[in-house]
């Protein structure tokens, strides 16, 4: 006999309150009729959805939405704010951890799902704490996949309209319901989903056992940057790509608790060739992040209230009250337009949230990093190189390239230093931590990119952090200055870390490794 799968809830005086009786009633009659046996197995797909959408907006045609996905792929693989949540749990938290552990996240939005404001006039989705602006920006930062989901004749967002965090949100390749083909519409989207899921994975001794048609296009992404034939063009390509696939690349992106993914490259200590008159140096034993830090990682920064929080900012000459938009708010690209300042702040907090003492790298590390052993010009050896790194080629005759952009980072693999960091020449600059004497005549209110170095063993070195810039970019013709932030962090066995200033994105072919150092911005009026 067939269970009573009924429970009645007066819904017709709630206003979304989770906190009130009737959102309590709901809970527990959902926890109920979770607990009764349902006829017949439930269907089973691993894949994990959440549907995100604004009832006032979407609500009734994003039930049968849920209701679709979930007669398909299962009723627990289905999440949707109440719906999903069991009595006595914490509202934000819960749902911030189903969207963590999902594979996808359908982001509904209708006619009014933009322009939507509350009681006082303003748009909700300028709230940061508002929930469609949350779960979306959680999406984002944890690289969970986000399909667009337009309802009727709805555009897609434009990103300039968008907040900062979500502005990725319109590069997402989206799908279109209209309830008069919402049957055909669903088929489709059903259909994309399953190629998402392992359970219709192919065997692994299948030629095309990559398990779902996104991983094989990622595959054959990362495979296609390595081959030097790549044309830079091609590559700003593929980075895009990535981001909108979920770049997977250790390195880029986030951990699974939200923190900075840092892929430490070990560099020995030893002797060196340094400077243009070939100097011998001696540089201790430090581990360097293999790429700058992305916007993705620095916006971990920001959404855990790094420019709010005074002890990262405590003895700074400067404090910055907000951040500056990056021209480029790719997920893995470099982070730009931050200032010293600001790169010291998220070394800071990147200290305290790894448990790991993070500064800025001396230039001497920074050229150990890129010039290995033998004191060469470039980190993949003597002469440029065209199309080894992302630099106007055109300025010297170098090559024909000039892509007027930073890309994603570490899209140039066959340009690596000897000890396999990337991003060393092109793209953005980053600062250093050099001494005393340099840092007076350089200018650390500049906004460049960076790398921060990581020392575990010494509290005097823990806030300093490398940034660096993109400069000197051209736009119709125009040369203008850019300055952003990229990190590259570092840390050692001992007391040293590194990262610094990666080449004039123009002028690399004339500015070998050796002539960079004496590029350098230092740290300035700071004493950590």
Known sequence: MTPD?????????????????????????????????????????????????????????????????????????????????QS?????????????????????????????????????????????RRELSVALRSQVRVVPVL??????????????????????????????????AMDRLTAFLDQLSPAQAPPPESA????????????RLLEEIKSPE??????????????????????????????PDIDWVDVPAGEFLSGEEGKQEHVDAFRIARYPVTNAQYQAFIDAGGYKEDRWWAGLAERVKEPHKPNWPHPNRPRT????????????????????ETRLPTDIEWERSARGTDGREHPWGNGYRAGFANVDETVSKAGPSNLTQTTAAGLYPHAASPFGVLDLAGNVLEWCLNNEEEQKQKDSTARRANRCTADPGSATTASRV???????????????????????????????????????????????????????????????
Request: proline content about 7%.
């Open 5 to 85: 799968l009924t429970e009645t809830v007066d819904l017709s005086t709630w206003r979304g309150d989770p906190n009130d009786t009737t959102a309590r009633e709901l809970l527990s009659a959902i926890s109920r009729l979770s607990r009764k046996p349902r006829k017949g197995p439930e269907p089973q797909h691993p894949i994990r959805i959440y549907v995100s959408y604004r009832r006032s907006d979407s609500g009734e045609i994003t039930d049968r939405i849920h209701d679709r996905l979930s007669q398909h792929f299962g009723h627990n693989a289905v999440h949707m704010d109440l719906l999903s949540l």
């Open 88 to 132: 006595g749990q914490d509202w934000s938290t819960a749902i911030e951890q189903q969207i963590r552990s999902s594979d996808v996240m359908l982001a509904v939005i209708g006619p009014h799902w933009l322009t939507e404001t509350d009681t006082e006039g303003r748009r909700r989705l300028d709230d940061p704490g508002a929930f469609v």
């Open 151 to 184: 309802i009727g004749e709805t555009p897609p967002p434009r990103p300039e309209v968008l907040p900062e965090d979500l502005q990725q949100l319109a590069y997402r390749q989206a799908v279109g319901i209209r309830s008069d083909t919402f049957d055909q």
């Open 208 to 219: 095309a056992h990559v398990g779902s048609a996104a991983d094989a296009e990622i595959e």
């Open 230 to 259: 790549t044309p830079p063009e091609r590559r700003v390509e593929i980075g895009d790509r990535l981001a909108e696939l979920g770049d997977p690349r250790p390195g880029i992106g986030l951990t699974p608790d939200g923190l």
């Open 337 to 356: 337009d931050v200032t010293w300042y600001e790169a010291v702040a998220f070394c800071r907090w990147l200290s305290s949230r790894m448990d790991l």
């Open 466 to 528: 490398p940034l660096s810039a993109i400069i000197t970019t051209r736009t119709s013709g125009a040369s203008t200055s850019a300055f952003g932030c990229c990190v590259h962090c570092v840390k050692s066995s001992d007391l040293s870390s590194t990262g610094t200033c990666s080449a004039l994105s123009n002028e690399l072919p004339e500015c070998d490794l050796h002539r960079r150092r004496h590029r350098r911005s230092g740290p300035r009026g700071c004493q950590p």
